[in-house]
Nanobody, 118 residues
Framework: VQLQASGGGLVQAGESLRLSCAASGTIGSIGVMGWYRQALGQQRVLVAAITTGGTPNYADSVKGRFTISRDNAKNMVFLQMNSLKPEDTAVYYC?????????????WGQGTQVTVSS
């Protein structure tokens, strides 16, 4: 199983980006999908998560600006980021628990850099 994340980049404050993450390989089931971020010198923190049924949950710092969604048929999770701020600058990682070959395991994407200039 592999996760491939994409969509990061350099934008100005107030602009938008959309991150995508696709799981591929031998996949039985997928659980709650999430996006984390890690700013330079800081710990990785949860930004948003979405249940299998589509219920989202957000960190307070991104509520009202970010929207998480998923496509269960394509094993993908997305993060629409609007009204970006310089403090959103970080490496963003997708995290997906996957049932494969008889066990659950959490897989991580490779990380995609988001840089927001003021």
């Amino acid at each position: 199983v592999q996760l491939q994340a994409s969509g990061g980049g350099l934008v100005q404050a107030g602009e938008s980006l959309r991150l995508s993450c696709a799981a591929s390989g031998t996949i039985g089931s997928i659980g709650v999908m999430g996006w984390y971020r890690q700013a330079l010198g800081q710990q990785r923190v949860l930004v948003a998560a979405i249940t299998t049924g589509g219920t989202p949950n957000y960190a307070d710092s991104v509520k009202g600006r970010f929207t998480i969604s998923r496509d269960n048929a394509k094993n993908m999770v997305f993060l629409q980021m609007n009204s970006l701020k310089p403090e959103d600058t970080a490496v963003y990682y997708c995290s997906v628990p996957i049932f494969t070959r008889g066990t659950w395991r959490t897989y991580w994407g490779q990380g995609t850099q988001v840089t927001v200039s003021s």
